[in-house]
């Protein structure tokens, strides 16, 4: 059997069991009819991206597309897309993982995202690259006020703004994208490098996110990536949060904290941190998904010898506890936290 046979058995395979695969590597998404809906191919949540569990006259089982990016695929596509894997083969290996036909060990987490992405991965790359070379410093922009409306005060290099980025309403939409002013945030690998850009849209009438089906979106890879912010001198502590506004609602309340934002609670649990971090603070939501990440996450971190403390969240989020009591209250509470867990610092 050639090669190209055994991968196209296997993605017919998998197409059979395609709801059971989806429930397996996207248990964010929910079905929608015929088809399993989820944010995009590293499993966020949202429903940009439709997978047909059942044939439909010519249309394949197992197939699927993202609305918000174009890409389309069968099974072995998504899958590689998931796992980030750094070759085909090591897909391939998962897949009949999943189907039963051979054990398939760990690989080391380093590993898990491409050192040399794919054609259509380094292509969302290059565009996240432009994107976010495109925007303006924040400063005196709508996404300025936009986190000053939410008590937020640390910014940094690793967020820009553009007025004009292309916008889609919905994944139904059948209009040419119109263009929108957004808040721009730079993920990088744990080298430093550029892998993606998170993109917020925003409404200029009333200074807040824009009324849209997912005013928040990411262009690129963020899987075991993250948006970073440093605090100035090297610190071997990192503070390594959920979502944009509640990691740097942190960072408004601890500015001397290097930050990592890994954008939503399945990331946060995938981070992979970079060189010299000893000790790293997990600031999760106050929610069973928060909780889960920050679980697997641990169990990672020290693995890999790297010690780890819980910040949690009196009320829903960071976001959620800076605007009720303030950042000086936040800071007090952190700070709490971290000397509890044997942090020394002085709190001038």
Request: glycine fraction near 10%; include cysteine.
């Amino acid at each position: 059997m050639s090669a190209r046979r055994s991968i196209a058995d296997l993605s017919a395979a998998l197409a059979d069991r395609a709801e059971s695969f989806c429930r397996q590597y996207f248990p964010e998404g929910r079905k929608q009819g015929n088809y399993w809906q989820v944010g995009d191919t590293s499993g966020a949540k949202g429903q940009s991206l439709a997978i047909r569990l059942q044939a439909q006259g010519e249309r394949k089982a197992g197939s699927w597309q993202d609305f918000a990016t174009g890409e389309y695929g069968d099974l072995i596509d998504l899958l590689q897309e998931r796992l980030g894997s750094v070759t085909l083969k090591e897909t391939l290996r998962e897949a009949r993982s999943f189907l039963g036909e051979a054990p398939c060990p760990a690989a080391p987490r380093d590993t898990q995202r491409a050192e040399r992405p794919d054609a259509a991965s380094a292509k969302r790359i290059a565009r996240a690259r432009k994107l976010f070379a495109a925007g303006k410093p924040v400063l005196g922009t709508l996404a300025a006020t936009y986190l000053q409306g939410r008590g937020i005060t640390r910014l940094g290099p690793a967020l820009r703004y553009h007025p004009r980025v292309f916008l889609r309403q919905g994944e139904d939409d059948p209009d040419q994208p119109r263009r929108a002013p957004a808040l721009l945030a730079k993920i990088t690998d744990k080298r430093g490098q550029i892998t993606g850009c998170a993109r917020v849209y925003l409404d200029p009438s009333t200074d807040g996110l824009a009324t849209i089906e997912r005013p928040k979106r990411i262009l690129g890879q963020l899987h075991g990536h993250a948006i970073r912010f440093w605090a100035g001198a090297g610190r071997s502590d990192l503070i390594v949060g959920e979502g944009l506004e509640n990691t740097l609602s942190i960072g408004t309340a601890l500015p001397e904290f290097d930050l990592a934002s890994c954008l939503t609670a399945t990331h946060l649990g995938l981070f992979i941190p970079s060189p010299g971090i000893q000790r790293i603070w997990i600031a999760r939501d106050n929610d069973d998904a928060g909780r889960n990440a920050s679980i697997r996450l641990r169990n990672q971190l020290e693995y890999r010898g790297i010690s780890c403390g819980y910040l949690v969240p009196e009320l829903g989020d960071f976001n959620d506890d800076l605007r009720t009591f303030g950042r000086d209250a936040l800071r007090r509470s952190l700070l709490g936290a971290m000397k509890a867990n044997g942090l020394e610092i002085e709190d001038g």
